[in-house]
Each structure stands twice: as structure tokens, then as C-alpha cells.
């Protein structure tokens, strides 16, 4: 095994998570806007999206890829400490998504909070939990990235509707045995590029809603080009400064989990950060764009597909609204 001389004080023990069984296609949506499957394909690498039915919130989607990770790290939802859930489409305004989950599995003797970094929050929240861990007598935490982005996305705006799509994903850190666990996180934001990727309605910026065309007030807006050249710059950026950071090389690396958005920022990143195309995990054509809960899902995926062994060392690189973006080596 690669010999690393950093010692993890918490480690990933658990992964779940949940995707609605509804799937909207490439060709579904050439029945709702101008666009084409090939296209899509070509642009994005997207194929399908799950989506989720009427009535179905956030904190389902959550509670189904908990209730995994808990049961394969055998931790019990009384054991937990924290529960911190990444989300820009929480159930309510308030209180967050987080209680909601809290309830849901009976976790009672946890503090549980709400994470806004749009796609960063899962990562963000990995982050935090490391230092929670390392400062502070917890045991148990459960860190979630869980949306419903179908609530948020212009239906009739062919340049973003063809990108995202609903899920959850879901880990459970524990107490490190001093070999396996979280290396090194690394994160990150820039707000003077915050109007690059943002819905504008729900907040206090806008408190009558009539001042704002719909279409732009509650529904994502992107400048797909702009983002597009941040998020690779910034998720390399990330990618390399955390494996200098830990000590390892970009050879070192077993498997690259990036960010689901767009395969050609996946290459890109992957091209630019040296790791070969086997070692990058690709789920985005089955679920699309899933904001915070892209690498949870994709993560999850990657172990129980069995793409991730035993002493395997892990990176994960994300890019979102914000901008935020960030970075982590895991060993497994
Ligand atoms: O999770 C946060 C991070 N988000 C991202 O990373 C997303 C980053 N951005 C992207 O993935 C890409 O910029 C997009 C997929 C959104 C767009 O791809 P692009 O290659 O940057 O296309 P574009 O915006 O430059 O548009 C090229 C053309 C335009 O037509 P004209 O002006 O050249 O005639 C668009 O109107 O493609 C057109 N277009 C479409 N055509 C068919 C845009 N969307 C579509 C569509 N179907 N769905």
C-alpha cells in the first residue's frame, strides 16, 4: 500500500444514496424545447435525468441514501452527532432540510444544519466534518448533498433544462483507525462572480416578486460559457493543490470523482490534473447535473460498483454557484 504520512483523524464508513425512478430522457425534452438528443449528448454527455414525482421533497431523497449509509457503516441514527445537508432546494425556506432529515431517521441526539454552496455543499461539508472530528469529542457524522433541482429549472429555457436533474447521496464519517480516511480537503469561493450562476427569487433582494420577470426570478440562471471556463480552471486548481498538499502525485491517484456537469469540463480537469481516462468515474449521462449531490451519488456508485478497493486513494474535485469550488483525497 502507498505509503502517505498523513494520519486521518476520520474516515468515510458508509455511502448511500437515492435516485427517483422517474427518468426524463434526451428525447423527452425534444418534445418541450428546440434541442435535439445529439446535441445534449455531444455538448454535455448528459442522456437521462431522474426526476422526481409531485409531492416528493427533499428530505425523502435524503432519508432513502442515509438510511444506506448508516446501515453499511452500522451506525445507529441515535449515534449520530451532526447531520449537515448541502442543498439549494431544501424543503422550506425554514427550518433546514437538515432538522427535516433528523426526523425522518429518528436521529435524536444529533445537531443537524443546512449547507448553501450550491454543487460545493456535500464537499463543503465533508471539509467540516474533518475539522469537527479533529477538534471536538464526535463520533459519528452524517454528511448529505440532496436536491430537487426539477423545482428550480425553466422548463422552457432550452440552455439550462437539458442540464439537471433530482437525487441524494449520502456519507457517514467516523473516527479514523489511523490509516484509512480523509487526507486533505481543500475549499474555496469567489462571490464577485456570485450573478454568473444564481436564482435571484426567494430571498430578501427581491421582496416583491412582480419586479422581476419570472424566468429570471425562481428559476436557475447560468452563464453557461462563463462557468463552463471557472469551473476548469478552478476545479484543476483544486485538484492539484490538495495532492501537493497531501503529499501524493497525480499517479498516485486510484480514482478521480469529479463533479457531474458537463464531460467535457470532466476531461478537461482530468486532462489537465494528468489522471487517464479509466481512473475517472462517469455516472453524469444517467442523472445530468445533481448540484450537491452529484459526488455523494457518483461516490456511492463508484464503491458499489466495485471501482473503489481497499486502500484506494480517492480525489474528488467540485465547482458551483457562489463561485465556490473545492477538493478531497480519501483513502479507502
Ligand atoms: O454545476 C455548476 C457548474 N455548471 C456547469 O459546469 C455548466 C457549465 N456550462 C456548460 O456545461 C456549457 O456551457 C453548456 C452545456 C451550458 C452550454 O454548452 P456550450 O458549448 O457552452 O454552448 P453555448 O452556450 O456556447 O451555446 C452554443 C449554441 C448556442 O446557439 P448559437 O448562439 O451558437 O446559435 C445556443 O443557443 O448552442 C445553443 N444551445 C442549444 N442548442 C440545442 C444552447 N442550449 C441548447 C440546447 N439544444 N439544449
Redesign the pocket.
Known amino acids: 500500500m502507498l505509503e502517505v504520512n498523513i494520519k486521518p483523524v476520520s474516515m468515510i464508513a458508509g455511502t448511500g444514496s437515492y435516485l427517483p425512478s422517474r427518468v426524463l430522457s434526451n428525447f423527452d425534452l425534444e418534445k418541450m424545447?428546440?434541442?435535439?438528443d445529439e446535441?445534449?449528448k455531444v455538448?454535455?454527455g448528459i442522456e437521462y435525468r431522474a426526476i422526481v414525482e409531485d409531492g416528493v421533497i427533499t428530505s425523502d431523497l435524503c432519508k432513502e441514501a442515509s438510511l444506506e449509509a448508516l446501515d453499511e457503516a452500522k451506525v445507529l441514527p441515535e449515534e449520530l452527532d451532526i447531520i449537515v445537508v448541502g442543498t439549494i432546494t431544501g424543503d422550506v425556506k425554514f427550518p433546514s432540510t437538515a432538522c427535516y432529515v433528523q426526523k425522518k431517521i429518528g436521529a435524536k441526539n444529533a445537531v443537524a444544519f443546512d449547507l448553501g454552496a450550491?454543487?460545493c455543499g456535500f464537499l463543503y461539508g465533508i471539509s467540516i466534518a474533518d475539522h469537527m472530528m479533529k477538534s471536538t469529542r464526535y463520533k459519528n457524522i452524517l454528511v448529505l448533498g440532496g436536491e430537487i433541482l426539477s423545482s428550480i429549472t425553466n422548463w422552457k429555457d432550452?440552455?439550462?433544462c437539458?442540464?439537471f436533474g433530482d437525487g441524494a447521496g449520502a456519507c457517514v464519517i467516523k473516527r479514523s483507525d489511523g490509516k484509512k480516511g480523509i487526507l486533505g480537503t481543500y475549499i474555496k469561493s469567489d462571490g464577485t462572480l456570485s450573478e454568473l450562476?444564481t436564482m435571484p427569487g426567494g430571498g430578501t433582494k427581491y421582496p416583491d416578486p412582480s419586479s422581476v420577470p419570472d424566468e429570471k426570478m425562481n428559476f436557475i440562471n447560468?452563464e453557461?460559457?462563463e462557468?463552463?471556463k471557472h469551473?476548469v480552471i478552478n476545479m484543476t486548481e483544486a485538484g492539484k493543490l490538495i495532492l501537493k498538499e497531501v503529499g501524493l502525485k497525480s499517479s498516485d491517484v486510484d480514482i478521480l470523482i469529479p463533479?457531474q456537469?458537463?464531460m467535457?469540463?470532466i476531461e478537461a480537469v482530468a486532462k489537465k490534473i494528468d489522471i487517464p481516462k479509466e481512473r475517472v468515474f462517469i455516472n453524469l449521462n444517467k442523472y445530468g447535473?445533481t448540484?450537491a449531490a452529484s459526488i455523494p451519488i457518483a461516490l456511492n456508485e463508484a464503491r458499489k460498483e466495485g471501482r473503489i478497493k481497499e486502500g484506494d486513494i480517492c480525489l474528488m474535485v467540485v465547482?458551483?454557484?457562489g463561485f465556490t469550488w473545492g477538493s478531497a483525497v480519501v483513502r479507502f
Open positions: 424545447v428546440n434541442t435535439s446535441w445534449i455538448r454535455t450550491a454543487c432550452r440552455n439550462t437539458v442540464l450562476l447560468m453557461g460559457r462557468v463552463f469551473a463533479h456537469a458537463n467535457r469540463i447535473n448540484s465547482f458551483g454557484g
